[in-house]
């Protein structure tokens, strides 16, 4: 083992080894469990690569001082857990309207409120996607291993560099505390994006406007020379405040389009025995784990049962689910709260297959046999 | 001279600004734009962060790195900054309800760190932007459209209130008294730790008229009157500082600074190797 | 191994169960088998009921919790109380000497032994109860090799107790030898 990169980890150490694998440099936070690991890894890490730490003051602070950072060059990220992912959304619509890539990371708890601080959750699923204000794009996945939450997370900061957007790494306390076994992949198997910059000294440099044949404008760092403004008020491609609607139009619908148009390139998901597959168990995160063990002890029985396990929740796979809806009698919801993601599965369906959920808002891991006992009850 | 500041550091295009007739904050962007001008600051290597509120509009309308945030997280936001490239100037510029009320918090805290950071608090009394809302500093019995029968808080001496949490250093200046508050404005830049320099502004609009305070003069005359300089105030008699309120330099002491502390523990690891 | 082994050991905080857990799945993993650790804590960080679980398997582990026991440690009579029914119809339920076996209990094996006295005793320090408690659990199941779990033991522990730590595992081993 000493030799090798097997190591037994937890998933929130997992989740700054691939952060700092990514070029994560910054990293501000606020304690709160069951996320602290992530912010402990991080602040011993950090230095010793030349990133810098810093634990701020309140959750609102973490956000803040990551986009800044961001905003300074670095790739930064912040952690967090049920009320403090509250504290942020003002913030990350901030990011989502300005454009500035940050990692923000959900180990998610029972809640509402102060609810279950050491127990598992899927409870933020929609707040991901609704929780701050306004419309604006929303990428957020979700990983069921601890070798899985390395791998996103390095996603999550490609995805936030390429997009120029606020991307989500929604774990679970099952997954974030989990200790298992991962490969560490050396450096050179990574593939680590960075963000689109402007040429050195380009005076015509406008913050905002996407050049022919890219997704989003360049970003230049403060300190870089270009002395560029940035705002959370709609802004024309100058990146100063406009109160046109016209300009407010444009910027709002290629906000939305830079994600809506790369669909292929940010969902992935898995399946199993989907071909054959008479119900199929959609399930994510933790759960996914209880629902394969599930789908196995129901294959045991002779039932033709697979699973889907959608690794991005946002932007949802829609036209994959849609296809599977076709050919199946019913899909099963399973995940840790009282009903959110399947709301998605019954827009995304629309009546072409039964849609059943099995929920837990216990601060419980829903087990395989819970799974199972719906499998039969709905054959 | 002033043409020339304006061409030289200001957005030409962004302006005229939206700051009402009478404004104090035009004067006080100025006095701050002055005080880099005279400490030779490399524009590329100024970065100004606000908030939100009539305060917090000045970055705009000022040319160097700028960033307008949420309200009352200039002071996070500008601590990300200042903590991924310490060598940038990193200055906010916030009002009294930014930084006092929402963002005290985040003031406090800056404050204990001692970060590098120059605050420059536009205090004007009254949430300007919003319409006349009673703010952290509005004096007790004043009137806001929140406190139509008299504003029962007690207010917050802002520059005391940092140099409590931590800032190396503090002062206060105002509209009127412009040179002073250059010069001000110059060493709160120049302390290498947490500065914060109270700008008291006046805001004829809201808070103005609803206390009938008179004219943009007879504002501007009330600053001349009750402002006394703190050096001076320390030969007056107590009875001649009622009513009053003092000006200059509080506090100017030398601290460790926030960045270069954490520097120290990452060069640390780099001897290691 | 043919199947999965699910162990959960449960006592109070500050008995050092989660790393007796985790040196077992990492001895597992030296072993080139699959682990998965995980706890359940309240939020003492010593005292009140604590849980560790492992589950090790030469294939892939979907379910990371452990349902029923193959083998249940309490090292406390709370947690005894409250975790001896997860334990397998034809499991091992292993015990301090200290703790009475609640009625009723269906298990295949009862093991009753002075763990912690052991430790204090025998080897010197009580804090190395889960030690002593990891090689008495090794030598019922035979899950990893003991070279394994030795390695395993000594890369966790604080440099200079690993004669101590060695003493413990052996007397753990020595514990259950007639079982």
């Not at chain 3, 998965?36 to 379910?63: F, L, M, T």
Request: proline share 5%.
């Amino acid at each position: 083992m000493k030799k090798s990169n097997v190591k037994l980890m937890q998933g929130n150490e997992a989740c700054v080894e691939g952060a700092i694998a990514a070029g994560m440099r910054f990293y501000a936070g606020y304690p709160i469990t069951p996320s602290t690991e992530i912010a402990e890894v991080s602040a011993q890490k950090l230095p010793r690569i030349g990133g810098k730490f810093i634990q701020m003051e309140d959750e609102i602070a973490g956000i803040a001082a990551a986009i800044g950072a961001s905003l300074a060059g670095l790739k930064s990220m912040t952690a967090t857990s049920g009320p403090g992912f509250s504290l942020k959304q003002e913030n990350i619509g901030y990011a989502a309207l300005a454009e500035i890539p940050i990692v923000i990371v959900d180990v998610q708890r029972g809640g509402p409120s102060t609810g279950l601080p050491t127990a598992p959750s899927q409870g933020d699923i929609m707040q991901a996607k609704w929780g701050t204000h306004g419309d604006h794009p929303v990428i957020a996945l979700s990983p069921s291993s601890v070798k899985e939450t390395f791998d996103l997370t390095i996603r999550c900061f490609n995805l936030a560099e390429k997009y120029r957007t606020p991307v989500f790494l929604m774990l679970d306390e099952v997954v974030g505390h989990m200790r298992e076994k991962i490969e560490i992949p050396d450096a050179s198997e990574i593939e680590v994006i960075d963000r689109l910059k402007p040429a050195p000294g380009d005076k015509n440099y406008l913050p905002y406007k996407v050049e022919e044949g890219q997704i989003v404008p360049p970003m230049a760092a403060y300190g870089d020379g270009f002395r560029f403004h940035v705002t959370g008020l709609m802004h024309d491609e100058s990146g100063f405040p406009s109160n046109s609607s016209e300009v407010a139009h444009h910027l709002m619908t290629r906000l939305m389009k830079k994600v809506e148009d790369h669909l292929d390139d940010i969902i992935t998901y898995e399946e199993n025995n989907i071909e054959d597959a008479e119900i199929v168990l959609l399930s994510y995160g933790g759960t996914a784990r209880s629902a394969k063990s599930a789908m196995k002890k129901a294959r045991e029985k002779g039932l033709k049962v697979g699973l889907f396990r959608p690794i991005t929740i946002w932007p949802f796979p829609e036209k994959r689910v849609k296809e599977i809806a076709k050919n199946v009698k019913a899909i099963i919801v399973a995940e840790m709260n009282y009903g959110q993601l399947v709301l998605e599965v019954e827009r995304v369906v629309k009546g072409a297959t039964e849609v059943y959920h099995v929920g837990k808002i216990n601060g419980e891991v829903i087990t395989p046999d819970e799974i199972l006992s719906k499998v039969e009850e709905v054959k | 001279m002033s043409s020339q500041l304006v061409k030289q550091y200001y957005r030409g295009n962004k302006l005229p600004h939206i700051w009402c007739p009478g404004c104090g904050h035009g004067i006080l962007m100025r006095a701050v734009t002055q005080a880099i001008h005279n400490l030779g600051l490399d524009k590329d290597k100024v970065c100004v962060v606000s908030g939100i509120g009539c305060s917090s509009r000045a970055p705009g309308y000022m040319d160097f790195n700028t960033l307008h945030t949420t309200h009352g997280r200039a002071l996070a936001f500008a601590t990300g900054v200042k903590m991924a490239r310490p060598e940038l100037e990193v200055i906010v510029v916030t009002g009294d309800g930014d930084a006092a009320a929402i963002g005290g918090n985040h003031l406090i805290h800056a404050a204990r760190r001692n970060i590098n950071i120059t605050t420059i608090v536009f205090n004007n009394n009254i949430y300007g932007m919003t319409g006349g809302q009673y703010s952290p500093t509005t004096p007790t019995g004043d009137l806001g459209t929140t406190a139509p029968y008299g504003n029962i808080d007690k207010s917050f001496d802002i520059a005391a209130l940092a140099a409590a949490a931590g800032a190396t250093y503090t002062a206060r200046g105002t509209a009127y008294h412009v040179q002073q508050l250059i010069k001000l404005v110059e060493n709160a830049i120049q302390n290498k730790g947490f500065s914060l320099v109270e700008a008291i502004s006046i805001c004829p609009t809201y808070y103005g008229r609803k206390n009938k305070k008179g004219s943009v003069v007879d504002m501007m005359h009330w600053l001349k009157d009750h402002a006394v300089d703190v050096k001076a105030a320390q030969k007056l008699p107590p009875e001649k500082l009622e009513g009053k309120f003092l000006i200059g330099e509080f506090k100017n002491v030398t601290e460790p600074e926030y960045t270069e502390e954490y520097q120290k523990i990452i060069d640390r690891f780099q001897k290691e190797r | 191994m043919e199947r999965q082994i699910e162990i959960r050991l449960t006592g109070s905080g500050g008995q050092g169960l989660i790393l007796g857990g985790i040196i077992l799945a990492e001895a597992a993993l030296l072993d080139g088998k699959n682990a998965i650790q995980s706890q359940s804590y309240g939020p003492e960080a010593r005292g009140g009921a604590s849980k560790a679980e492992v589950i090790i398997s030469n294939d892939e582990i979907d379910y990371p919790k452990v349902e029923t026991a193959d083998l249940l440690l309490a090292l406390t009579q709370v947690a005894c109380d409250k975790y001896a029914v997860t334990v397998k119809k034809d499991g091992i339920l292993l015990v301090d000497s200290t703790v009475n076996i609640p009625e009723g209990i269906k298990a295949g094996k009862i093991v009753q032994v002075p763990i912690l006295q052991t430790a204090t005793e025998v080897v010197g320090k009580s804090m190395v109860a889960n030690i002593v408690a990891i090689g008495a659990i090794q030598q019922l199941l035979n899950i990893v090799t003991k070279e394994s779990l030795e390695t395993a033991v000594l890369n966790r522990v604080p440099k200079g107790t690993e004669d101590l730590n060695r003493k413990a595992l052996a007397e753990g081993y020595k514990l259950v030898e007639k079982y």
